[in-house]
């Protein structure tokens, strides 16, 4: 896999825009935000496999062609890198998408281009092409395992972790109410707070995340996006757009 794509642990769930930037800084490597015209067709599921340079995937893909794709370190599938998400297009058993955005748990981010083989609740393989002509490919299978139906009760919990925007990230440490109410304070007195609801499918949840106060690059932002709890159930993920930017925000913490 070429250098500018790092495709770390891929449990697969789409979402779009959380992350963020320091004090007041602006944030960089944004995008343009595209999507693709949804074909909706009845697929949904998690995929599991890896690159062709070792990096391990986790891949979810949504009744409504919704999708992500979570990336590990080369060689290192506990570690964790960065998702690529967006909306794609599925047809005759071919999967795309056009506008996906790929960002890195560092705050480095880019739009790329997904072009995929699906069989349903088989195989997802593909390939993911950048914007300096280099490209990368993965292979995954379907895993029934991890079609876990998600609960609240099962999501909540105290997650301590990291949350990035293009060019900027920070540790935030995330509360989940037993009820789907998410709370978390921001650097430059900036707090965010969401609302989360069972998508039905592969441990995911629709979340809605809004951040307000203080002078921080994300105050007054709205994410509606994606949450996705891992099959051992330690690891959240959220993965976003931000409503007015349309920047890529992305989170992942840890509970005990």
């Given at each position: 896999?070429?250098?500018?794509?790092?495709?770390?642990?891929?449990?697969?769930?789409?979402?779009?825009?959380l992350?963020?930037?320091?004090c007041?800084?602006?944030?960089?490597?944004?995008?343009?935000?595209?999507?693709?015209?949804?074909?909706?067709?009845?697929?949904?599921?998690?995929?599991?496999?890896?690159?062709?340079?070792?990096?391990?995937?986790?891949?979810?893909?949504?009744?409504?062609?919704?999708?992500f794709?979570?990336?590990?370190?080369?060689?290192?599938?506990?570690?964790?890198?960065?998702?690529?998400?967006?909306?794609?297009?599925?047809?005759?058993?071919?999967?795309?998408?056009?506008?996906?955005?790929?960002?890195?748990?560092?705050?480095?981010?880019?739009?790329?281009?997904?072009?995929?083989?699906?069989?349903?609740k088989?195989?997802?393989?593909?390939?993911?092409?950048?914007?300096?002509n280099?490209?990368?490919?993965?292979?995954?299978?379907?895993?029934?395992?991890?079609?876990?139906?998600?609960?609240?009760?099962?999501?909540?919990?105290?997650y301590?972790?990291?949350i990035?925007?293009?060019?900027d990230?920070?540790?935030?440490?995330?509360?989940?109410?037993?009820?789907?109410?998410?709370?978390?304070?921001?650097?430059?007195?900036?707090?965010?707070?969401?609302?989360?609801?069972?998508?039905?499918?592969s441990?995911?949840?629709?979340?809605?995340?809004?951040?307000?106060?203080?002078?921080?690059?994300l105050?007054?932002?709205h994410?509606?996006?994606?949450?996705?709890?891992?099959?051992?159930?330690?690891?959240?993920?959220?993965?976003?757009?931000?409503?007015?930017?349309?920047?890529?925000?992305?989170?992942?913490?840890?509970?005990?």
């Amino acid at each position: 896999m070429h250098t500018d794509f790092t495709f770390r642990t891929l449990a697969i769930m789409l979402l779009s825009g959380l992350l963020l930037t320091a004090c007041g800084g602006g944030s960089g490597g944004s995008g343009d935000g595209s999507t693709q015209t949804t074909t909706k067709v009845t697929i949904d599921g998690f995929y599991a496999g890896q690159t062709s340079s070792g990096e391990s995937v986790t891949g979810v893909i949504l009744p409504d062609n919704s999708y992500f794709l979570l990336y590990s370190a080369v060689n290192d599938p506990a570690s964790f890198a960065g998702a690529i998400f967006g909306q794609g297009t599925s047809q005759n058993g071919s999967f795309s998408s056009a506008g996906a955005h790929d960002i890195k748990l560092d705050g480095s981010a880019q739009n790329i281009t997904l072009s995929a083989s699906l069989d349903s609740k088989k195989t997802f393989n593909g390939t993911l092409a950048y914007p300096n002509n280099t490209s990368a490919t993965f292979t995954t299978s379907y895993h029934a395992g991890g079609d876990s139906a998600p609960t609240l009760a099962a999501l909540a919990g105290v997650y301590t972790g990291t949350i990035a925007i293009p060019g900027d990230a920070e540790p935030l440490t995330l509360t989940v109410a037993s009820d789907g109410t998410m709370s978390a304070p921001l650097l430059c007195e900036c707090n965010l707070s969401a609302i989360a609801q069972p998508s039905g499918t592969s441990n995911t949840y629709r979340v809605m995340i809004e951040f307000a106060g203080g002078t921080h690059i994300l105050s007054g932002q709205h994410v509606d996006g994606t949450a996705y709890l891992d099959v051992d159930g330690k690891h959240l993920y959220l993965i976003g757009l931000t409503n007015s930017s349309q920047q890529p925000v992305i989170y992942v913490g840890t509970r005990p």
